[in-house]
């Protein structure tokens, strides 16, 4: 048979062999160590909603203009009904500065007789806390594994097998071919 066949076989044997001892031996015998892991969840709740009113409010500065009389100079009539209509009429407004962060928050004011009548708010918070998860997750101790790797022209084949200690620690052995020449190596790892 040719060098080269009966090297890849050879090759493809002992991967096998070791992928079969590897899935027995280590899931049978190690032990499990377990890892806490914390987890950081935001949480957003709603909290009860505050009600207030204000009745008959008195405002704390007020500005005189002479606007009024301007408008009334350029009018060639003018109509007392409408005005005073205007004066009584009751002004309802709906405001709103409710969003995501702040929650609910609405004010209801009316307006009458050129002065604020009513105010009252709806206010509905929202409160984020964080809360904190410890998680724990079971980890072998000893894991086997085993690694074939070729060139595209089949003139470096690499063999390798190893320990896995804690997913954490990697210890190993290879054997390489390159044309005819074989090199064998121990391999150390850390995984970050």
Do not use: C
């Not at 009966?6 to 992928?19: C, H, Y």
């Not at 804690?166 to 121990?186: A, E, H, N, P, W």
Request: glycine share 6%.
């Amino acid at each position: 048979m040719n060098k080269k066949i009966t090297i890849s076989i050879g090759f493809v044997i002992a991967l096998s062999i070791a992928f079969i001892v590897g899935v027995f031996i280590g899931k049978g015998y190690a032990d499990t160590v377990e890892v806490e892991k914390e987890v950081v969840k935001w949480k957003t709740e709603q909290l009860p909603p505050i009600h207030d009113t204000i009745s008959m409010p008195v405002p704390y500065l007020v500005f005189d203009t002479d606007t009024v009389f301007k408008i009334i100079e350029h009018q060639a009539e003018v109509d007392t009904l409408k005005i005073l209509a205007d004066y009584y009429r009751i002004r309802k407004y709906d405001l709103d500065f409710s969003n995501d962060s702040i929650g609910v928050f609405k004010v209801n004011i009316d307006v009458t007789k050129n002065m604020l009548a009513n105010a009252s708010s709806e206010i509905r918070p929202i409160r984020t806390t964080i809360e904190r998860v410890k998680t724990i997750n079971k980890v072998q101790t000893l894991q086997f594994y085993g690694m074939f790797g070729s060139s595209l022209n089949l003139k470096t084949n690499k063999i390798q097998f190893g320990i896995d200690l804690r997913q954490k620690y990697l210890i190993g052995v290879s054997g390489i071919r390159m044309d005819d020449r074989y090199g064998y190596t121990i391999d150390l790892g850390v995984k970050f």
